[in-house]
């Protein structure tokens, strides 16, 4: 399993490379068409972008939650491994909540858009409302993999590589 993890995190950062990289020509265009006269006014730019975005940002928040910078708050100072890991897992059941209302209301956004198509592209609008529950299940799977390895350093103390960084001054826990 944490190998099929891996992999869907790499595939999911090149997506996310993939779709910045896309995103920069239609604005690009849309940009150069509206103060030149260089090329035409297309429209097809404003929806090639506006999809792009969409999953710009589900995918930058899928890998966001892997990172673990997504969702998190310096509340805390630096604490005890265990101490840590515990309240890591009291963030995360709130961020597994909210993905979980993802993935309920992402369906059903999912099934209001199946027989919908965009307006330009004729595009089938369920490629891009998929983006909800997609995004609630990979919050799931990465956030349910960062409880089970907080939950064995509650139960069997950290590892010889578990020791905390050294923050600088002024720094708290990633909780």
């Known amino acids: 399993m ?3 993890i891996d992999v869907y995190y790499r ?3 090149v997506l996310l490379g993939l779709t910045v990289g896309i995103l920069v020509v239609p604005v ?17 730019t404003e929806e090639m972008a506006r999809f792009l975005f969409i999953w710009m940002v589900m ?6 939650v892997r990172d673990h910078t997504h969702f998190d ?23 597994l909540i909210f993905a979980l209302v993802f993935v309920w209301y992402g369906i059903k956004f999912v099934q209001f858009g ?13 490629y891009i409302f998929i983006a909800w529950p997609l995004t609630g299940l990979t919050w799931l799977l990465f956030g349910g ?3 089970l390895l907080d939950l064995h350093l509650i139960r069997h103390g950290p590892g ?3 020791e905390p960084p050294t923050k600088e001054l002024g720094t708290g826990s990633v909780v």
């Open 59 to 64: 995918i930058g928040a899928m890998v966001g």
């Open 73 to 95: 708050v310096d509340v805390w100072p630096e604490l005890q491994p265990r101490t840590n890991a515990l309240l890591r897992i009291v963030s995360g059941v709130f961020v």
């Open 11 to 13: 595939l999911l950062n």
């Open 160 to 162: 010889p590589g578990d």
């Open 145 to 147: 993999e960062r409880m």
């Open 28 to 44: 690009t265009l849309q940009i150069i068409a509206r103060f030149t006269n260089l090329i035409p006014h297309w429209i097809w």
């Open 2 to 4: 944490r190998r099929f």
């Open 114 to 126: 199946w027989d919908q198509s965009s307006e330009l592209a004729d595009l089938p609008m369920t």
